[in-house]
């Protein structure tokens, strides 16, 4: 039974960090491509970064350039999502996804696992 698990959530200033992490268990973890999606009340789901299996490709939305950096450790079967200098427009539920094969796809509906999610709410 494949499990995706994210943590690092909750409140944080304008300005501020986090890290969120996302434990996948129950499949080979370097067969997928991960990536991270957020959706806002009110707003579909959006695509925020995608990182190859093997860790040396990454690609992020551009309203988080610079900002947020996606990194996985295949040792541990972890992906990460550091978010730096967090603005209110942050705010939204953060979910990791994973997705069989080598395609990077920032499509969500292209993925075949999904966590749970972690909300993540920026205060102005």
């Known amino acids: 039974q494949v499990q995706l698990v994210e943590s690092g959530g909750g409140l944080v200033q304008t300005g501020g960090s986090l890290t969120l992490s996302c434990a996948a268990s129950?499949?080979?973890?370097?067969?997928?491509?991960m990536g991270w999606f957020r959706q806002a009340p009110g707003k579909e789901r959006e695509f925020v970064a995608v990182i190859s299996r093997n860790g040396d490709y990454t690609d992020h939305v551009d309203s988080v350039k610079g900002r947020f950096a996606i990194s996985r450790d295949n040792a541990k079967n972890t992906v990460y999502l550091q978010m730096n200098s967090l603005k209110p427009e942050d705010t939204a539920d953060y979910y990791c996804?994973?997705?069989?094969?080598?395609?990077?796809?920032?499509?969500?509906?292209?993925?075949?696992?999904w966590g749970q999610g972690t909300q993540v709410t920026v205060s102005s």
């Open positions: 996804a994973a997705r069989q094969g080598a395609l990077l796809t920032y499509n969500p509906s292209s993925y075949h696992y």
């Open positions: 129950g499949l080979t973890f370097t067969n997928y491509i």
